[in-house]
């Protein structure tokens, strides 16, 4: 089977896990009505939306660890509805769930499996996030790109910066790293070199 998503789409998606990744209640309710899904409390509750989305792409674990997370996430639910009923607040229910969500849902949900019975742990969220902020980079006409990846080393520890900005310049060129980078060595409180 295969899915073709629209432009609009996948900006879409890569706007979700990096507001999911970044706790970005606002972004995330932007990213989510760009998808054309709606609920009936997401207005009124979006941390509600936030906490699913990252219980929805956290870490894959253990079968024990992720029914444990599972049953934990659900019975946090339970006592929200709960709450809600006795605040009189309407039930919280799907209003709108576009198509191709549902098939994001079902191959986050393999890959958890195949992870599970792998018994594989992946940053699932960062994983997503990182190739994400990647996706949204790309989306940036090229002469508004950063013209250098960092200014030239100097300084007594300039052979280790060098070393470091190569290495960066090298996972940036293939796509490995994308949006800012920063990267530093201490020693004993001191920077011995910054990149």
């Not at 896990?17 to 970044?22: D, G, Q, S």
């Not at 992870?115 to 742990?121: R, V």
């Not at 030239?152 to 470091?164: Q, V």
Request: hydrophobic share 45%.
């Amino acid at each position: 089977m295969t899915v073709r998503l629209t432009e609009s789409q996948r900006l879409g998606y890569a706007r979700l896990a990096v507001a999911a990744h970044e706790m970005d209640v606002a972004a995330l309710r932007s990213a989510v009505t760009s998808l054309g899904l709606v609920n009936s409390q997401s207005g009124d509750m979006p941390d509600r939306d936030l906490a699913f989305w990252r219980f929805f792409m956290r870490d894959t674990a253990p079968r024990e660890q992720a029914q444990a997370e599972t049953k934990g996430f659900f019975k946090e639910r339970s006592a929200q509805r709960k709450q809600d009923k006795s605040a009189g607040r309407t039930e919280r229910v799907n209003v709108q769930i576009p198509s191709d969500l549902i098939f994001f849902w079902r191959v986050i949900g393999l890959l958890r499996g195949l992870c599970t019975s792998l018994a594989a742990t992946v940053p699932l969220m960062e994983l997503l996030a990182a190739r994400a902020k990647i996706a949204l980079a790309a989306t940036f006409p090229q002469p508004q790109h950063a013209l250098r990846l960092s200014p030239p080393p100097t300084g007594s520890h300039s052979h280790l910066a060098s070393r470091l900005h190569a290495i960066a310049c090298r996972l940036a060129a293939s796509n490995e790293i994308g949006g800012g980078v920063s990267i530093a060595v201490v020693r004993d409180g001191k920077t011995l070199a910054a990149v």
